[in-house]
Every structure is written in structure tokens, then in C-alpha cells.
């Protein structure tokens, strides 16, 4: 996966893009350029990272063979703008995360747990309100 601060087009004649993945290839790349308005600082840091964050998710998830998911608050579900970024999950459903861990065996329980200190310490607060029901539900 990498991650760029130039602006993404995938041929000339196109329009740019918030991120691109190869299922075939298994490579993908985001880029922080449209989500920091071309000029990352300490003010829009936070909010530039959790758009990141999201489509780097969501390109991750096709790297893993994962398509576009129908559930409108699944990190899957492809989004067009900033303001439906913004209005997305940073997260899988349900379905996808099960998905991901057929194929990548990972714990679960711990993913979550990390997630959970990882958006503690960014203040990520709808984020940790999310991981924190998802904890809850495994209980
Ligand atoms: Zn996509
Ligand atoms: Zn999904």
C-alpha cells in the first residue's frame, strides 16, 4: 500500500482519484493531496488522516480481493466525494471483516482492542465509540 502527497490520476485524460487497488496485483495507493485541500497542516492534520485512513481501508480491502460492499455504513461501500467520506465509517460491517479474516486468520478481538487505542490516542471519538460496540458485542 502506498500512500503519496501527489495528486492521483490514473491516466492523463482522467479525473483524479482518492485512492486506486489491483485485485490481480495486490498493490494499491492512496493519496493525502484532495484530503488535506493540497495543503496538509496542524489545523485540517486530523481530519486529513481520518479520510486516510478510510480509503486506505477500503483500498486495503480490495488488495485482500474484497468488492464493493452494499451496507452504506461499510468502509467497502465506494464513495465519490469528501463529503460522503467523511459521512462513511473508517470501518468494515460484519460481513466484509469476515471476509478479510477467512482469508487473513487474524484475532479479532485484538484488531480491535489496538483499533481502540489507536483512535484513543488520535481522538478519533465517533471511531472509538464504534470499535467500543463492536468490543461489546463480542462479549
Ligand atoms: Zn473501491
Ligand atoms: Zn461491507
Same mark, same amino acid.
Given at each position: 500500500?502506498?500512500?503519496?502527497?501527489?495528486?492521483?490520476?490514473?491516466?492523463?485524460?482522467?479525473?483524479?482519484?482518492?485512492? +486506486?487497488?489491483?485485485?490481480?496485483?495486490?498493490?494499491?495507493?492512496?493519496?493525502?493531496?484532495?484530503?488535506?485541500?493540497?495543503? !496538509?497542516?496542524?489545523?485540517?492534520?486530523?481530519?486529513?488522516?481520518?479520510?486516510?485512513?478510510?480509503?486506505?481501508?477500503?483500498?486495503?480491502?480490495?488488495?485482500?480481493?474484497?468488492?464493493?460492499?452494499?451496507?452504506?455504513?461499510?468502509?467497502?461501500?465506494?464513495?465519490?466525494? !469528501?463529503?460522503?467520506?467523511?459521512?462513511?465509517?473508517?470501518?468494515?460491517?460484519?460481513?466484509?471483516?469476515?471476509? !478479510?479474516?477467512?482469508? +487473513?486468520?487474524?484475532?479479532?478481538?485484538?484488531?480491535? !482492542?489496538?483499533?481502540?487505542?489507536?483512535?484513543?490516542?488520535?481522538?478519533?471519538?465517533?471511531?472509538?465509540?464504534?470499535?467500543?460496540?463492536?468490543?461489546?458485542? +463480542?462479549?
Amino acid at each position: 500500500m502506498g500512500i503519496t502527497e501527489k495528486d492521483l490520476f490514473p491516466k492523463p485524460e482522467w479525473n483524479y482519484v482518492f485512492g +486506486l487497488a489491483s485485485y490481480e496485483d495486490g498493490v494499491g495507493v492512496t493519496s493525502i493531496y484532495r484530503f488535506s485541500n493540497g495543503y !496538509l497542516s496542524e489545523s485540517n492534520f486530523n481530519e486529513s488522516l481520518e479520510r486516510l485512513i478510510k480509503i486506505s481501508s477500503h483500498e486495503i480491502g480490495h488488495m485482500f480481493g474484497i468488492s464493493h460492499c452494499l451496507n452504506a455504513n461499510c468502509v467497502m461501500n465506494g464513495t465519490n466525494s !469528501l463529503p460522503e467520506t467523511d459521512f462513511h465509517f473508517a470501518r468494515a460491517c460484519s460481513l466484509c471483516q469476515q471476509k !478479510l479474516k477467512s482469508s +487473513l486468520h487474524y484475532d479479532h478481538q485484538k484488531r480491535l !482492542l489496538d483499533l481502540k487505542q489507536f483512535f484513543e490516542k488520535q481522538h478519533f471519538n465517533s471511531e472509538l465509540s464504534r470499535a467500543d460496540q463492536d468490543l461489546n458485542l +463480542l462479549k
